[in-house]
């Protein structure tokens, strides 16, 4: 009797079990149906962002910081011409050579970014002579493998594709700033008429249809390389950027894990 | 270029002029304002109001029972006003369900709903329930017309006072209460962690952030009890119970004794790891910040109140009674004020800086517009008004002559 009823028990386990592994493939086609119905990143059908892994390099020796990709994004993807929105913009660092008698390598760090960088820079105040170095970083979201912005969104209107970029849905998005404030890197902003969060998205409405992103494409100098991981090539220029150079990425201790990868920058850029 | 270059020759630099040094393009304006300071301001009172009232019910602190039901009603009409400012600062508040209906459990902000329906359904709403049935089926018979029929209608059909189910009343009622400890610690706790989360920002990613945030909120909601109280029989005429204030007196010096040890060992850690952050908040603290911390919190709304209240303490037999009144005022006046302005530095201070840790930004106060003087003050009024609202239908004065409810003397006994 006892085994009879430890039988039946057993079977009754087995086939709840097998029920739950049956609905299983459903529950999840379920929930990327009410994902694509709830969210929209703009890619055309057909499309298969699994197939991809997007990512940027960025040559910070290259870069001239004349403002054309900071423009271009503005132009195509329509950002408020306000210099306090920006999805892409560009920083000029200078560092000064250390003051006489002052026992350092370097002197005082100078940050700046005019309008993002939209219109160039203009000449600095800081006399050659005590000039160390001067360079230019470019910055774009940061595309985080770990992302604190989608972590932090309360309704999912963020989210992370499955090919590396990182949306907002501005039809879901309700405008609490949570996603803004996460963002370690400042590349988030409130679009002032659709109070909704507004990042770079790589230009996605672009890079689904094979072409590179506006900043990547107006580039003169090639700072940026727009690549994909999973179609490189031998002779792709993001393993010869790798090849060639020290890669770093922004703020490697809090753990996001950007895929956007900096070549020989100075410690000073954050 | 040119204005540039006009701008170069002043020797200004390139930087927009509310800003030093460098901050992000993108961060120049500070996005979360007032409406975020009150948000947590809120809610601490309502969870500190509520572990004042928890005192009488789970630990039995009789001296307290004057103030039991006032302090349930206060942590209410403020829970009611809870969800405004929060609601009022989304950029789309018409979505704001979608909060939960389709919440992303990795956010924190996600739980608001969540934690914010639990404690007022499960918690606060059926306590006061509790504890009042048995009066709204007296004052239904006694009470005649609309405040009469509003008493038959919340006793919600249940008419039994027996003693066997007033009873069973009070044992649920300690139940709740019981849940209710850790629930007003989710509550704010809750809060604190919704800015201690956020890693990318050195002033608020800090793991003691909750916890600040629930010590201050208790030394809130009981300072609010003891201004609320003593406006109260002022108001109404009536002495106070000097046995109850000074037991509210005690409780909250050793709770701002405990919430100050542990802001100062969050500033002790921060000053000895010292890492890369602290130049930068340092220099907010010492500048941008300097008014409304260091005056403000610390020496106005943290070192006076604990001397005041520490006298009280040390010297209660040689403190005349109505000395030891003022004081008690006065430093829940002070406290209150010091417990807002903390909210006041870390949301504000919190976005003063760049996180490109090179640079400040500046905080501009609008008075009329979404986040403005006018909302933040209206928002601020609101809940004093549903309180006031709150006492005369279930703290009126006819009713309210010993002082104290039956419940927790009940409970007591």
Redesign the interface.
Known sequence: MNSSCSRRRWLGWLGSGLGWLAALPAAKAAKSTVKNL?TSSGAPKGYDPTKHQWLMCIDVDRCIGCGLCVDACKIENKVSAS????RT?I?RYLIRKPKPGQLALRGE????????GR???????VPKSEILKAFYVP?LCNLCEHS?C???????ATFDTPDGAVLVDPE???????C???????????NPD???AEKCTLCYHRITRGLKPACVEVCPTQTRIFGDLKNMTEKDPVQEFIRNNKVFTLKPN?GTEPRVLYANIDKEV? | MNSFLFLAQLGVETAAPHVEGFAYPNEQHVLWSILIVIYPYITGLVAGAFIMASLVKVFNVRALAPVYRLALLTALAFLICAPMPLLLHLGHPERCLQVMMTPHLSSPMAMFGFVYAWYIMAVLLLELWLEYRHDFVRWGQTEPGLQGALYRLLTLGARDVSPEALKFDEKLSSIVTLIGIPSAFLLHGYVGFIFGSIKANPWWGNVLMPVIFIFSAIVSGIALCVFIYTELNWFRGREVDDECLDEMGKFLFYALLLDFSIEGLDWLHRLYSADESIHVLKQLAAGKLFNTMLVGQLFCGTLIPLLLLGSTQVFRQQIPRFVRRRIYYFSALLIMAGVLLMRWNVVIGGQLFSKSLRGFTTFKFELAGQEGWLVGLTLMVLPYLILWLFLRVFLPAKYDKVGHSQGPLHSAV
């Open positions: 709830l210099p306090h929105y920006f913009w920083e760090v100078t940050v700046d970014s005019p309008n993002g219109d160039g820079f203009p000449p600095t105040l910055k604190p989608s972590q932090a969104c309360p309704v999912g879901y998005c309700i405008g609490c700033g949570f803004i404030q996460a963002c370690p890197y400042g590349c988030r902003f409130m659709t109070h909704t809090l954050r």
